[in-house]
Structures are given as C-alpha cells and as structure tokens.
C-alpha cells in the first residue's frame, strides 16, 4: 500500500473518530437536557401536588394560576394561598417525591408573614432525613415574593448529583466510547510511524546493496587478476590469499544478491516465470548425486513421493531457491554427527502438501512465528557461529505469497524443524485444484 493511500486513510479514519465523539458529546448533552427538564417537571408536579393537599386540608381557596414558580435554577417558591402546618408541609413534600421517585437532597423555608421573612425548616437527604442547618434562601425571596403572603420556599441543593446519578450508566459508556477512539487514534498514528520507519529502513537497505555492488565487482577481477598469473610470478601464499579473497567476496555477492532479491519479491517488481512442473521431477534434479557429493557434511536424504498429483503451476527457479535456501539451514543448524533431511508429499483434498523436515536443533515454540519475518534470526545468546541476514525463510515466505501458497512452521527443540507448504496442484486439464 502506497504512502498516500495511507495518509488517505488515515485522514478519513480520523474524521470518523471526530465524527463519533462528536456525536457521542451530543448525545451525552441532549440526554443530560433531557435529565433536567424530566427532572424540572417532576419537581413542579410533586410541588404543585403538595399545594393542592395543603389547601385542602386547611379549606384554602386554591390557586390555579401560577402557584409553582421557578426563581432559579435550584429555587422553587410555592404559593399555599392561606396559613399551613410545618409538619404536614414536610410529610407532604417527602411522600410527593417520593411518589415520583425523585430522592434527591433539598433545602426547605417557610414565610413568617408575622416577622415578614423566611423562616428556616431544614435541610433533608433524599430518603426524607433532616441531615443539616441549611444555607441562605432570601434570594429566592427577594426575586418574587412580593406579592405573595402564604408561601415556601423550596432549593434543590442536590440537583446535579441527582442529574449525576441518573447519568451514570451514560457516562460510564461514554467514558468507554472516549478510551476506544483514544485506543485507536494512537494505533492509526503508531502504524503511520510504523510503516515511516519501515520505508527508512527499506530504502537505506537498498541503497547500502547498491553501493556494495561496485566495490565487489573490483574486489572480483582484482582477485581474478591475481589468480591468472603462473605459479612462477607469484608465491603460492599470494595464491592462496588471493582464493581466500575471491571466496569471501563471492560469499559477500551473495548476501547482498538475498537482500536485493528479498526487496524486489517484496515490492512485486521481480517478475514471474510461472510454468507447469511437476514437482516430484524438480525434487528429483534439485537433489541429484552431484548435490550430495558437493557438500561438506555428511547428509542423508530421504524423498517420499506419496502425491498422486504432482503437477503444479509455479515458476521453477524460484521454487528451486526455496529448496536450497530450506536445505541450507537444515545443514547451518544442525549440531549432530548425521544430518537427515526428509522430504515427503501427499495429497490432502485440493492441495499439494510437501513437508520439509530435519533432525536440527529445533526452534522454540515463541520463535516460530518469527522466522519468516524480515532480518529475524533465532537468538543464541553469545554463540555466533552461524553466519547470515535472517532473509532466508523470509525469501521462502515471499515467494509461498507471490504463488499464493500457505507455509507453517513445526518444530521441537532439540528434535528437528519441519517446514510444511499448502500447494494447488494441476489437474489433468491444467486447470488449478481450487
């Protein structure tokens, strides 16, 4: 994926976050509207409901205009028309909230019409409990009560930890809402930053192969210069320094040739030579006599061809690489005196299964989905005497995705690794299995 594609993405992922929180925070404040005028209603009905009891206790001409005014947010001031009872006025007051389950801590004050101010009742929790002395309630007072005679007043002191209390579970979910799209707009800017450096170090990798290319070309005909000249010219120690050069050389070609050849798999730019082969005959070439005879080690080989259908549609020299590159390590990690590599196919269903296995030193279970990534090698602590890039099985990974193959890994330390590939194989009108 380009690196525009993905600062287009990136751009649309945002302004869905913003579109979501945004939306969040209007819904959390439209519902917390919608808490407090619920809440204004209930108040106004129970205060109103309260006014009509007292009246009709005390045989009071109701007052049907405004009897319920709202001085303030918190201050209700409550028009009783003729003199009322403290007693009944509380009872009153507590079994109306309660009525319409409004348990919420309030302030209560009574007009002395003989002093001609508002005379202190109590402070009460929501379950009906006088828990303090109240505060100041002469401003509700002041605000409207000039035209009144017989009234209370009443402040809801605990209206936002009402409000608060009925928002709870709307909050906590908003809070979880708020945390996810954190969660994910710092993922969206790890993976930007991820993928940025992951760019740097392809590009530098490249760049550091192609500067390595000229000097081993001149290190190369220097070498080959000094070994064409006659054993008389030049002492055979030069002889052998001059072959310790070459080989050396040829080793460094080859490493950064993986590297090169890695990058390119890996970008889709080297192109695919995909052709039918039967792979029980690529088998039967790749590991002839000549390749048993070329090795240092002692290796023994066992090839078992239990596939019925062999044919597959790959392209036959990168398939050849991955055996190479698969016996390679086999023969890299391999501390015992005998070296075993079996191969084995067999048909399961609609694929090919080919199964590389050796008697290695094995791979620990919380490495082995590592080894196909870039540059990874399995840690050995101080012991350094395997020499390579980790691009090895990461090549084999590239080339299994370019032919849309599946790879997994197997492996028992100390006991051997097996390397398994899910392959379509060719039916007999060359069309693929699948």
């Known amino acids: ?60 001409l109701p007052n049907d205009l405004n009897p319920v005014q709202q001085m303030t947010e918190t201050c209700y001031m409550v028009d009783v028309s003729c003199e009322y009872n403290q007693t009944n006025l509380e009872h009153l007051i507590h079994s109306q909230f309660n009525k319409l389950d409004v348990n919420i801590e309030h302030e209560l004050a009574i ?23 109240s505060g100041d ?16 007043c009443i402040n809801i002191s605990g209206r936002t930890d009402y409000l608060f209390s009925k928002m709870r579970l709307w909050i906590l979910l908003s809070l979880v809402v708020l945390v996810i799209v954190l969660f994910f707009t710092y993922t969206i800017f790890s ?35 000094l070994l064409g000249f006659d054993t008389e010219q030049v002492p055979d120690r030069y002889k052998k320094y001059a072959a310790i050069i070459k080989q050396e050389n040829e080793r460094l070609n080859h490493q ?3 590297v090169l050849q890695a990058a390119r798999i890996e970008k889709g730019k080297t192109p695919m030579n995909y052709q039918k082969w039967d792979l029980h005959q690529l088998l039967d070439e790749v590991f002839n006599e000549e390749f048993l005879k070329s090795q240092t080690q002692h290796v023994e080989l066992q090839i078992l061809k239990n596939a019925l259908y062999s044919t597959i549609w790959a392209d ?28 084995n196919t ?14 290695g030193m094995g791979i620990l279970p919380k490495y082995q ?26 090549y084999v990974k590239q080339v299994c995705d370019a032919h849309h193959w599946k790879i997994s890994c197997q492996s028992e330390l100390e006991k051997g690794t097996a390397f398994i590939f899910k392959i379509p194989y060719l039916v007999s009108d060359g069309k693929s299995s699948e």
């Open 346 to 359: 067999a048909n399961e269903g609609k694929y090919l299964l080919m199964k590389f296995a050796d008697n």
């Open 191 to 225: 993976f930007f930053k991820q993928k940025q450096l992951a760019e740097l170090q392809k590009d530098f990798i490249n760049n550091m192969t192609h500067e390595f290319k000229t000097p081993i070309s001149t290190i190369n005909i220097a070498s080959d210069v």
């Open 256 to 258: 950064v040739e993986s």
């Open 369 to 394: 989905k590592k080894v196909f990534q870039k540059f990874f090698r399995v840690p050995t602590g101080n012991i350094h005497d395997v020499k390579g890039f980790g691009l090895g099985l990461f």
């Open 137 to 152: 309630l002469n401003e509700c007072f002041i605000k409207g009560s000039s035209d009144l005679v017989y009234f209370f």
């Open 1 to 60: 994926m380009k690196v525009r594609q993905i600062r287009h993405i990136i751009i649309l992922g945002l302004m869905a976050l913003v579109g979501i929180v945004t939306i969040q925070a209007y819904w959390l404040l439209t519902t917390w509207h919608m808490q407090q005028e619920k809440l204004d209603e209930k108040i106004w009905l129970a205060l109103k409901n309260t006014m009509q009891q007292i009246n009709v206790l005390h045989d009071c």
């Open 111 to 133: 007009y002395n019409c003989n002093k001609n101010e508002l005379e202190y009742i109590g402070k009460f929790s929501g379950s009906g409990e006088k828990i303090n002395v």
């Open 316 to 343: 036959r020299l990168h398939v050849t690489n991955i055996l190479f590159n698969l016996t390679d390590n086999a023969l890299k990690y391999n501390h015992s005196g005998k070296i075993l590599i079996q191969i």
